[in-house]
């Protein structure tokens, strides 16, 4: 899209601000909220017409388009749209508190991932015994003995997580796990335990999420116990915390930016100032170049911050201070595909969780691939059409690719017509068993970038996790850097509303 005449641009006032932030992304919203919150004068302004950047929520047209920005939006909650979310990931743990403590709950409404997990294990998919409750209720796919060593696990995980709670001496310090154990990697304390192949898969990689395999002396991340209880006591405490999302796994009604927003919205509520439609053309920098002192937007206006953050995206050139072309970011990649389906995975489930566990298509598969199944009851796509979008790590892209691809094979059908109208006829009339059909796919890879703490600050783009722990890590640390003697979105920062008819079940 051809940039706008300069005298097109709003002319900024004030022209300092404390913070100025690029980029409407998850970490860069989150920042725009904890620095208002803290008292900091907040500049907030995007090159593109919506929210979220990296972590937007677009239309399939937008999505296909070389510049998304150049194709309308729709509406909120038109359903004849399919949305398509630049990155997918399942929200609880941090996420859920830092939403209820900052007031973003206020701005967003969420679903659960009400199905069971499903496991693909020896060609076939099983529901995850997350619970003592699902234990007892599954007799078509556990065995007895799986349930009775599942169950005492279970149990003595919860007595691990109280009496840690509690920090008790004494005799109910017995309940705890040794320190010894806790030291151990996850996969040998399963074993300690005599769990099976199958519900160490259940534990490692469907609940503690893992991800990477295991049981290889070469893992690239090996979790060790402690972690791996950490990872069930935070899935266990993201239970019921909103009234109308119960389950632990909660995602955004119209997709993950709408989050971006909520932030937004509560940064807005303190005072900072939001610029859509305003790119940067340049950076300031003092005389002897090592300090920013700001930005110069592309109507040819500086505005002078104390800090300026970057969403990781922008290539700004430096006035009079040529790049060394230097990158002292390590890059990770992880291997995306998005498919609209016909029907879901699971009949009488709408939106789910499958996980593929290492090795469980192929030997050389040393990573678990994730999918997340979405409905129309998520106002993401047309009724009776599934959005799924899949995801694992990966060190090369032609790897990450094949990954992605078999996973799609083992779930889905290939697209039997080139007519959407006559393919949904067709598969209506299809047998329930058979495999759900492939309507539209795509699968690439993304490269990850970590945030950077200097003069000039530089969030996280999208990782390959399900869930937000590592982002929100980086963006707290990106505070502390900018405001070392203030709280992280303390609970008071949120507005107060007269009406407030919160969702949270707190």
């Given at each position: 899209?051809?940039?706008?005449?300069?005298?097109?641009?709003?002319?900024?006032?004030?022209?300092?601000?404390?913070?100025?932030?690029?980029?409407?992304?998850?970490?860069?919203?989150?920042?725009?909220?904890?620095?208002?919150?803290?008292?900091?004068?907040?500049?907030?302004?995007?090159?593109?017409?919506?929210?979220?950047?990296?972590?937007?929520?677009?239309?399939?047209?937008?999505?296909?388009?070389?510049?998304?920005?150049?194709?309308?939006?729709?509406?909120?909650?038109?359903?004849?749209?399919?949305?398509?979310?630049?990155?997918?990931?399942?929200?609880?743990?941090?996420?859920?508190?830092?939403?209820?403590?900052?007031?973003?709950?206020?701005?967003?409404?969420?679903?659960?991932?009400?199905?069971?997990?499903?496991?693909?294990?020896?060609?076939?998919?099983?529901?995850?015994?997350?619970?003592?409750?699902?234990?007892?209720?599954?007799?078509?796919?556990?065995?007895?003995?799986?349930?009775?060593?599942?169950?005492?696990?279970?149990?003595?995980?919860?007595?691990?997580?109280?009496?840690?709670?509690?920090?008790?001496?004494?005799?109910?310090?017995?309940?705890?796990?040794?320190?010894?154990?806790?030291?151990?990697?996850?996969?040998?304390?399963?074993?300690?335990?005599?769990?099976?192949?199958?519900?160490?898969?259940?534990?490692?990689?469907?609940?503690?999420?893992?991800?990477?395999?295991?049981?290889?002396?070469?893992?690239?991340?090996?979790?060790?116990?402690?972690?791996?209880?950490?990872?069930?006591?935070?899935?266990?405490?993201?239970?019921?915390?909103?009234?109308?999302?119960?389950?632990?796994?909660?995602?955004?009604?119209?997709?993950?930016?709408?989050?971006?927003?909520?932030?937004?919205?509560?940064?807005?509520?303190?005072?900072?100032?939001?610029?859509?439609?305003?790119?940067?053309?340049?950076?300031?920098?003092?005389?002897?170049?090592?300090?920013?002192?700001?930005?110069?937007?592309?109507?040819?206006?500086?505005?002078?911050?104390?800090?300026?953050?970057?969403?990781?995206?922008?290539?700004?050139?430096?006035?009079?201070?040529?790049?060394?072309?230097?990158?002292?970011?390590?890059?990770?990649?992880?291997?995306?595909?998005?498919?609209?389906?016909?029907?879901?995975?699971?009949?009488?489930?709408?939106?789910?969780?499958?996980?593929?566990?290492?090795?469980?298509?192929?030997?050389?598969?040393?990573?678990?691939?994730?999918?997340?199944?979405?409905?129309?009851?998520?106002?993401?796509?047309?009724?009776?059409?599934f959005m799924v979008y899949l995801s694992t790590p990966c060190a090369d892209t032609s790897t990450g690719k094949q990954c992605i691809k078999k996973a799609i094979d083992a779930l889905f059908a290939p697209q039997a017509s080139d007519s959407l109208e006559g393919h949904l006829k067709e598969t209506s009339e299809n047998n329930e068993d058979l495999k759900p059909t492939v309507i539209w796919s795509c699968v690439y890879v993304q490269e990850i970038t970590e945030g950077t703490s200097s003069s000039l600050l530089s969030c996280p783009t999208p990782d390959e996790h399900l869930d937000y722990r590592s982002i929100l890590d980086s963006s707290k640390k990106l505070f502390t850097d900018i405001c070392p003697?203030?709280?992280?979105?303390?609970?008071?920062?949120?507005?107060?509303?007269?009406?407030?008819?919160?969702?949270?079940?707190?």
């Open positions: 899209m051809a940039e706008a005449p300069a005298h097109d641009y709003p002319t900024i006032e004030p022209t300092s601000f404390d913070v100025v932030i690029c980029g409407t992304g998850l970490p860069e919203s989150v920042l725009a909220a904890a620095c208002a919150a803290a008292g900091k004068t907040v500049l907030h302004v995007d090159p593109n017409p919506f929210y979220g950047s990296l972590y937007s929520s677009v239309p399939l047209p937008s999505f296909l388009s070389p510049d998304p920005s150049s194709v309308p939006l729709s509406p909120s909650g038109d359903d004849s749209h399919t949305v398509v979310d630049l990155h997918r990931r399942n929200i609880y743990s941090e996420a859920v508190d830092l939403l209820l403590r900052s007031g973003g709950s206020h701005h967003v409404e969420f679903k659960s991932v009400e199905g069971r997990s499903l496991l693909y294990w020896e060609g076939q998919l099983y529901p995850v015994p997350d619970s003592r409750q699902a234990i007892f209720l599954d007799a078509a796919t556990l065995k007895l003995t799986e349930k009775t060593v599942l169950f005492r696990f279970f149990e003595l995980v919860r007595a691990h997580i109280a009496a840690a709670d509690e920090d008790v001496e004494g005799e109910e310090a017995s309940d705890k796990i040794s320190e010894e154990d806790l030291d151990l990697p996850f996969v040998e304390y399963l074993k300690k335990q005599q769990l099976p192949p199958k519900m160490r898969a259940v534990v490692l990689y469907a609940i503690a999420m893992a991800d990477y395999d295991q049981d290889t002396d070469c893992c690239e991340k090996l979790l060790t116990t402690r972690e791996g209880i950490q990872t069930i006591a935070l899935y266990s405490s993201s239970i019921g915390r909103f009234a109308n999302a119960q389950r632990a796994f909660i995602y955004p009604m119209y997709g993950h930016g709408e989050l971006t927003q909520a932030f937004c919205r509560c940064a807005a509520v303190k005072g900072a100032l939001y610029v859509l439609r305003m790119p940067i053309s340049a950076l300031l920098m003092d005389e002897e170049r090592k300090n920013c002192l700001g930005a110069r937007l592309t109507s040819g206006q500086d505005i002078l911050c104390q800090q300026l953050i970057l969403d990781p995206s922008y290539k700004v050139p430096i006035l009079d201070a040529p790049s060394d072309g230097s990158d002292s970011n390590l890059l990770r990649k992880v291997a995306r595909g998005i498919c609209i389906i016909s029907k879901s995975v699971k009949q009488d489930s709408s939106n789910l969780l499958i996980v593929f566990p290492p090795k469980s298509l192929e030997e050389q598969q040393i990573a678990a691939i994730r999918g997340l199944q979405l409905s129309s009851n998520l106002a993401v796509c047309p009724p009776g059409m003697n203030e709280e992280f979105l303390p609970k008071k920062s949120a507005a107060v509303y007269a009406d407030d008819d919160s969702d949270s079940a707190e």
